[in-house]
């Protein structure tokens, strides 16, 4: 009788055990929209979105990753002024996309802090053949002042 109590609780906890496990995994792995490359190291917005994003094909779906590397400092004047901290920088829009296309960013509120990689996913399924040219608009914050470039 006492061995069958036991086993019933082992039965038990190993139940519990794997639904946190399988809890614990999904929340890691689809909390995160995306995941940057880290062998970009010069500020900027990776893959170039002119040449270097991969091709779609019409009415499949179609995902890539792009990076933002943000800079730690930038040199605002000539030296021997120091260089300006980054506060941050956020993508404030993602244009020229193609219809049924959206993207997520990492953080989901697209802002990354000065000298962090972040990325941005680009993905969906399009009915419309084209060439699309894409704009990214991105806000950086340095001496409690916004600079925008795209």
């Given at each position: 009788m006492a061995s069958k109590i036991k086993h019933k609780t082992m039965k038990k906890k190993l139940l519990?055990?794997?639904?946190?496990?399988?809890?614990?995994?999904?929340?890691?792995?689809?909390?995160?929209?995306c995941v940057p490359d880290f062998s970009n190291t010069?500020?900027?917005l990776y893959p170039d979105s002119a040449t270097g994003l991969p091709c779609a094909i019409v009415n499949t779906f179609y995902t890539t990753t792009m990076t933002v590397v943000v800079p730690a400092d930038?040199?605002?004047?000539?030296?021997?002024?120091?260089?300006?901290?980054?506060?941050?920088?956020?993508?404030?829009?993602?244009?020229?996309?193609?219809s049924g296309f959206t993207f997520l960013c990492?953080?989901?509120?697209?802002?990354?802090g000065g000298g962090t990689?972040?990325?941005?996913?680009?993905?969906?399924?399009?009915?419309?053949?084209?060439?699309?040219?894409?704009?990214?608009?991105?806000?950086?914050y340095l001496l409690g002042h916004t600079t925008s470039a795209s």
């Amino acid at each position: 009788m006492a061995s069958k109590i036991k086993h019933k609780t082992m039965k038990k906890k190993l139940l519990f055990s794997i639904i946190v496990l399988t809890f614990i995994t999904n929340v890691i792995v689809i909390g995160q929209n995306c995941v940057p490359d880290f062998s970009n190291t010069q500020s900027g917005l990776y893959p170039d979105s002119a040449t270097g994003l991969p091709c779609a094909i019409v009415n499949t779906f179609y995902t890539t990753t792009m990076t933002v590397v943000v800079p730690a400092d930038t040199q605002i004047v000539p030296p021997p002024i120091p260089p300006a901290p980054v506060d941050s920088a956020v993508l404030t829009s993602l244009t020229g996309l193609p219809s049924g296309f959206t993207f997520l960013c990492e953080p989901p509120i697209c802002s990354w802090g000065g000298g962090t990689t972040g990325c941005v996913k680009v993905f969906g399924t399009s009915s419309t053949i084209g060439v699309y040219y894409l704009t990214a608009v991105i806000e950086s914050y340095l001496l409690g002042h916004t600079t925008s470039a795209s």
